[in-house]
């Protein structure tokens, strides 16, 4: 992408910077979105490859290929870098490349601090990926961290926890940053219920951000200090409770879901509508819906230790809680329901992204229901069921929504057109394989299979196979996507793009009225027409 | 960027920030919250930390109900640790005392501490101890063994479908980090 912006920019009068370190210094948002995106990529294969690991140490009852330890810092370091390194990533790299173009912004408001939160994310990425290679191995008490069974991490455990404040520092300034840009940048005319729904979604889940991320910083704080300077937050021989742990970090951890599904929803409720030809059905109830799941998800923490020997009052109390989120969400899916209702659809490949996503993120929302009924959830807590569930909503809804996005901006983004035969060939090998892969995990949970176990009692050999047969093809189909990005880096098909790309996509947002690809500099005038189709 | 823009900036980040710091904050303020909120609504069968005074109850001789007793040590706590009677049946209302033993397998000074549990969680508001030896830290010498007691009654209160109780103590070593 940098050469092409470079090639385009040359008659600019504030272009970038010449040579690699323009991407160390640079504070333009569309570079940083840029390094963010690609890193996230890079995480997404790292995180992956982890994955592969697990799946084919499971690919047989007995153990092939690695020791329980490994496997074990395998499931925390997998989820730590999806989380951390490859999802949140990718959604901040999606907000700083977008949300200046779609609001009519110059910039990001804070584009020093913007350098600042991506360089902070790499240190943490590298520091956590360090663990790996310390005495006594990365962490492998899930990436839940809890204790005391984290605390008997080895060397490692300090690196770990100040990787986390690491990012969570590089988390909340990429949220102040989006909310001070949101609010303060918009160009004239885009009030804020004209903004698109990537842009709500973000503003939302950028408040969850600054108030999560510093609870979740303080848990790993007391863990720090229990560990080493004999504090007892946590330790019951001097009077603390391990419990108070698993209230601390879910306090964190709900809301932290919904960072990485809010702006999912956003970016699915700006490409139904474009190839649906149809404004988004219900645009202030898809604002108000998200706001209410948002404020749900700090209600709910519990939900997620029924099992710790909680008293009726409180398990039906986050039960009925739980529940309540079903609302906003089916309003939602609803939403996108109605507003491919009617239309004149076509099925390109970010179209064919998005219509997954509903699907199997529906199916995902179902299997949280059934866990959320607190007597039923004692047979799926800890069990594959749960991770087939959080694989649903994450996998074919926040990483197939990361899909669509790329293929519905790369055009735009460097001004070339992707492969379309190859794009619906990874949809199809993705679509097919993700269900192969996860499907099976519901069946394996509800026979008791246990999640975080490299070996298992040979009557989950049948499901465990087949699981990891859709694992391989689904992460190999991934490199398509990955050669796809290349490729349309390099020029794509050749086929000259338009500012618009996609058919009226123009009317919808604001960044299809500037060329492809953009230059450098954008809106450094605010834009006079606003787009009002989306609403 | 202009001049007010800037200025508005600026505000708002400084607001921001503050909510950061809050935020970190009320992490810290949820453990004496969690302690308050169990306190008040009696939820999570924490026991109560310290004796309390005795008082006598009407005894209720007509229900019976089992106490069980349990002792646990984890590997790093070099004790014997045992009761000397599994389990009794009790009459609500009625004070009961039971010796626990305790030695030290170490030739040095012991500092432990015995952490106490009760099963279910929502019958320990039901559950009264007059002495215990875990209220406080237990120093034992070298090679060291006593008896202990633990005097308990339990509340005629207490709701008709409970008919056992397990009340579990788990000594944890904590020579290391305690300040004596």
């Not at chain 1, 047989?60 to 870098?81: D, I, K, R, W, Y």
């Not at chain 1, 300034?173 to 005319?189: E, K």
């Not at chain 1, 729904?197 to 007391?222: E, H, K, N, Q, Y």
């Not at chain 2, 609500?92 to 279910?120: C, Q």
Request: hydrophobic share 50%; aromatic share 14%; with cysteine.
């Amino acid at each position: 992408m940098s050469a092409v912006v470079a090639e385009h920019d040359d008659h600019h009068d504030h272009g970038p910077a010449k040579g690699l370190l323009r991407w160390v210094i640079t504070t333009n948002h569309k570079d940083i979105g840029t390094l963010y995106l690609l890193f996230a990529l890079a995480m997404f294969f790292v995180g992956g490859s982890m994955a592969m690991v697990i799946r084919a140490e499971l690919f047989e009852p007995g153990m092939q290929f690695v020791n329980p330890q490994f496997f074990n810092s395998m499931t925390t370091m997998h989820a730590l870098v999806m989380v951390f390194g490859a999802v949140m990533p990718a959604f901040v790299g999606l907000a700083n490349w977008m949300i200046p173009m779609m609001i009519g912004a110059p910039d990001m408001a804070l584009p020093r601090m913007n350098n600042m939160s991506f360089w902070l994310l790499v240190a943490g990425v590298l520091l956590l990926a360090s663990t790996l290679f310390m005495e006594g191995g990365a962490p492998a008490s899930g990436w839940t961290l809890y204790p005391p069974l984290v605390l008997q991490t080895g060397k490692a455990l300090p690196f770990a926890i100040f990787s986390v404040h690491l990012l969570g520092i590089s988390s909340i300034l990429s949220g102040i940053n989006i909310i001070a840009t949101i609010f303060n940048m918009r160009a004239p005319g885009m009030t804020l219920m004209k903004m698109p729904m990537f842009v709500w979604t973000w503003l939302i889940t950028a408040f969850l951000l600054i108030a999560i991320m510093p609870v979740f910083a303080g848990a790993v704080t007391m863990l720090l200090t229990d560990k080493f300077f004999h504090t007892s937050f946590f330790d019951a021989a001097g009077g603390g409770d391990p419990v108070l742990y698993q209230h601390i970090f879910w306090f964190f951890g709900h809301p932290e879901v919904y960072v990485m599904i809010l702006p999912t929803f956003g970016v699915a409720s700006t490409i139904i509508p474009v190839f649906a030809r149809k404004p988004l059905f219900g645009y202030s109830s898809m604002v108000y819906a998200t706001a209410a799941i948002a404020f749900l998800s700090f209600i709910v923490w519990a939900h997620h230790m029924f099992t710790v020997g909680m008293p009726i009052a409180g398990e039906l109390y986050f039960m009925y809680a739980t529940m309540l989120i079903a609302i906003p969400t089916g309003v939602k899916v609803f939403n996108w329901t109605a507003t491919m209702w009617k239309g004149s659809m076509t099925f390109e490949t970010p179209m064919l992204f998005s219509i997954a996503f509903v699907v199997l993120f529906t199916m995902g929302g179902f299997t949280g229901l059934m866990m959320a009924v607190a007597p039923a959830d004692f047979q799926y807590h800890d069990t594959y069921f749960i991770v087939a569930h959080f694989h649903y909503t994450l996998v074919p809804a926040s990483v197939f929504i990361l899909m669509a996005a790329g293929y519905f901006w790369l055009p735009k983004w460097t001004g070339h057109m992707y492969d379309e035969r190859i794009g619906q060939l990874h949809f199809w090998l993705s679509v097919v394989s993700v269900n192969v892969l996860f499907f099976p995990q519901h069946f394996l949970g509800l026979a008791g299979m246990p999640r975080r176990i490299p070996d298992y009692a040979v009557q989950f050999a049948d499901w465990n196979m087949i699981s990891s047969i859709g694992g391989f093809v689904f992460g190999a189909s991934q490199l398509l996507f990955l050669y796809i990005v290349i490729d349309t880096i390099k020029g794509g098909t050749g086929e000259k793009v338009t500012a618009e790309v996609w058919e009226d996509a123009a009317k919808h947002s604001l960044e299809w009225t500037l060329p492809s690809p953009p230059p450098y500099h954008t809106f450094t005038t605010p834009p006079t027409v606003i787009p009002t189709e989306h609403i | 960027m202009n001049e007010s823009v800037k200025q508005k900036n600026a505000k708002l980040v400084r607001i921001l920030v503050f909510v950061v710091l809050g935020m970190f904050g009320f992490g810290y303020a949820l453990v004496p919250l969690y302690d308050v909120l169990c306190e008040v609504t009696g939820l999570n069968g924490k026991v109560e930390p310290s004796a309390v005074k005795e008082v006598s109850y009407v005894v209720d001789k007509n229900r019976e109900i089992t106490v069980e007793f349990m002792t646990a040590l984890n590997e790093a706590t070099p004790m014997v640790f045992r009761s000397e009677i599994k389990k009794i049946k009790v009459h609500p209302g009625e004070y009961y005392t039971v010796n626990f033993y305790a030695e030290n397998k170490t030739d040095k000074v012991m500092v432990a501490r015995a952490i106490p549990s009760i099963s279910p969680g929502a019958v320990a508001e039901f559950f009264k101890k007059t002495e215990c030896f875990c209220f406080s830290e237990q120093t034992f010498k070298a090679r060291e063994g006593r008896t202990m007691p633990v005097r308990f009654v339990v509340n005629p209160e207490i709701p008709k479908e409970y008919k056992t109780i397990t009340l579990a103590y788990t000594f944890f070593d904590n020579t290391e980090t305690s300040v004596k």
